[in-house]
């Protein structure tokens, strides 16, 4: 646990921040918990917004940002012999977290042969990327079937929305 104190002088009173709890327990999960105070009542609500919208403009990371497969006809469909919908295995690469030092896109794909689980694990990065929990579910192959995905792999700051008329080519957006 890390404690820290910062204090800022006003005319009237000392503004005081800390962090009061902070962990690393997860490789997927960083948190910290900061106290503000005293603030008047709105305040705080005014500063969380521009904070939360300021920080998500800064925030930098590497992320899977398509996927595409000559298997599906739509977002919304299911495969034979996949337990998983089509949008259940969008939401489960969503929540693989990478790391890498890249810049621009680069492709990656999964390629499983069923039956059997399918994992973070079985992804095929480029170099200069990296899996940060290799365990992270993606499907469950109940028959004996070939998965193959193509993913795009991306790198940028910032948080955008990407609207689905951009994905002419069949592709599927995952993370904006």
Same mark, same amino acid.
Request: aromatic share 6%.
């Given at each position: /646990?890390?404690?820290?104190?910062?204090?800022?002088?006003?005319?009237?009173?000392?503004?005081q921040?800390?962090?009061?709890? #902070?962990?690393?327990?997860?490789?997927? %999960?960083?948190?910290?918990?900061?106290?503000? #105070?005293?603030?008047?009542?709105?305040?705080?609500?005014?500063?969380?917004i521009? /904070?939360?919208?300021?920080?998500?403009g800064?925030?930098?990371?590497?992320?899977?940002?398509?996927?595409? #497969?000559?298997?599906?006809?739509?977002?919304?469909?299911?495969?034979?012999?996949? !337990?998983?919908?089509?949008?259940?295995?969008?939401?489960? %690469?969503?929540k693989?977290?990478l790391?890498?030092n890249?810049?621009?896109?680069?492709?990656?794909?999964?390629?499983?042969?069923?039956?059997?689980?399918?994992?973070?694990?079985? *992804?095929?990065?480029?170099?200069?990327?990296?899996?940060?929990?290799n365990? !992270?579910?993606?499907?469950?192959?109940?028959?004996?079937i070939? %998965?193959?995905?193509?993913?795009?792999?991306?790198?940028?700051?910032?948080?955008? *929305?990407?609207?689905?008329?951009?994905f002419?080519?069949?592709?599927?957006? *995952?993370?904006?």
């Amino acid at each position: /646990m890390v404690r820290e104190k910062v204090k800022v002088s006003t005319s009237t009173r000392t503004r005081q921040w800390k962090c009061v709890e #902070s962990r690393i327990d997860s490789k997927r %999960l960083y948190y910290g918990r900061f106290i503000l #105070s005293p603030l008047m009542k709105g305040q705080a609500d005014t500063i969380g917004i521009a /904070m939360r919208r300021a920080l998500l403009g800064e925030l930098e990371g590497t992320c899977i940002t398509r996927a595409k #497969s000559e298997k599906i006809s739509h977002e919304y469909s299911t495969i034979v012999g996949i !337990q998983e919908s089509v949008h259940e295995i969008l939401m489960n %690469l969503k929540k693989i977290v990478l790391r890498g030092n890249l810049y621009g896109t680069r492709n990656a794909f999964i390629c499983a042969k069923g039956p059997g689980y399918v994992t973070a694990q079985d *992804i095929i990065l480029p170099p200069s990327v990296e899996i940060v929990d290799n365990t !992270q579910h993606v499907a469950n192959l109940t028959e004996p079937i070939d %998965l193959c995905i193509g993913l795009q792999i991306e790198r940028n700051r910032g948080y955008g *929305i990407k609207t689905p008329k951009n994905f002419h080519d069949g592709s599927y957006p *995952i993370n904006p």
